[in-house]
């Protein structure tokens, strides 16, 4: 019975021993491919960076050059007196959320527009004036654009806060570039540069072409100007004909160097990397806002021609 017992024993701690070695050998190599499988997730993953990196770089090449000329008014001010992160970040957020309600088409000084207004004392509560844009200033919810046309013979300028509640619709007729940031000259020009239909039809603009660049000279009138427009250097404005007195004084007030003041351009403008960081935020939705703009210009309204009696 000893005997027995004792055998029964050994076979008994032999299998306790060979599970031993079976669970070692089992964890070891379970470790080995958790950490083979770790290694190849690491590397598909390090991949998908990579690539995502790539592409990030070249959707920045790509469109956030673009974002800088059509949507100036998400920089902030390059004034630092005038800067504040939290504010300005509020700010874009309802710019988005306007912008959500309202299409606000791609449009420069030069560009020749229409807006509805809600007007309480127009007749139907609505008020439509087609101009075009001689001045775009402004940051965030400040931004604004003064169109000018002439009625009756007489001009006229509308100042609209580009972010506004009461702008019902904004639809550009026209778009181009003029040579100057501003064309407030065309007050003191012939009312022909600054006439246009307030029945005008839209031109009609190929996607992804280049905004063409009118370079048109616009002659002034020879009378008392309402600016000085010998100091401000123009492209577009010709017969800037003065006495000499004013000649010479403009000759004494005038600063050639400022062309190549680096640090004058630096502080006038915003950093490239901020720019980058500040579109590569809103990139979602302003990429959404294209889309809509898209589906919008292929929604064309079209009426059934009606009978002449």
């Not at 790539?54 to 059509?70: G, N, P, V």
């Not at 250097?233 to 007030?253: P, S, Y």
């Amino acid at each position: 019975m000893a005997k027995s017992t004792s055998r029964e024993n050994d076979k008994y701690d032999h299998c306790i021993w060979n599970t031993i070695i079976y669970l070692q050998v089992s964890c070891k190599e379970a470790r080995a491919s958790s950490s083979s499988a770790q290694a190849l997730i690491l590397k598909t993953k390090s991949e998908s960076d990579s690539k995502n990196e790539t592409t990030q770089e070249s959707i920045d090449s790509s469109t956030l050059a673009k974002y800088r000329f059509s949507y100036p008014e998400f920089l902030p001010d390059p004034n630092p007196l005038y800067r504040n992160s939290v504010r300005e970040k509020l700010e874009r957020l309802d710019m988005l959320a306007r912008r959500s309600v309202v299409s606000i088409p791609e449009f420069y000084v030069g560009s020749i527009l229409a807006v509805t207004y809600a007007e309480p004392h127009a007749t139907g509560k609505v008020n439509r004036f087609v101009g075009i844009c001689i001045e775009r200033g402004g940051c965030g919810l400040r931004a604004y654009f003064i169109l000018r046309n002439v009625v009756d013979n007489e001009g006229i300028e509308v100042r609209y806060e580009l972010y506004d509640p009461a702008i019902q619709n904004v639809q550009c007729l026209r778009l181009e570039k003029r040579l100057d940031d501003k064309l407030l000259y065309l007050r003191d020009a012939d009312p022909q540069y600054s006439t246009f239909p307030f029945d005008m039809e839209p031109e009609p603009f190929p996607d992804g072409a280049p905004v063409p660049l009118n370079e048109i000279k616009v002659p002034l009138r020879q009378q008392k100007w309402i600016q000085k427009y010998e100091l401000q250097n123009l492209k577009g404005a010709t017969d800037i004909i003065v006495t000499e007195k004013r000649r010479k004084k403009a000759e004494k007030f005038a600063k050639p160097w400022e062309e190549y003041d680096l640090m004058k351009s630096y502080r006038e403008t915003i950093p490239k990397e901020e720019q980058e960081q500040i579109f590569s935020e809103l990139q979602m939705e302003l990429s959404q806002l294209e889309v809509k703009k898209n589906i919008l210009k292929r929604k064309r309204t079209t009426t059934r021609p009606k009978k002449s009696v």
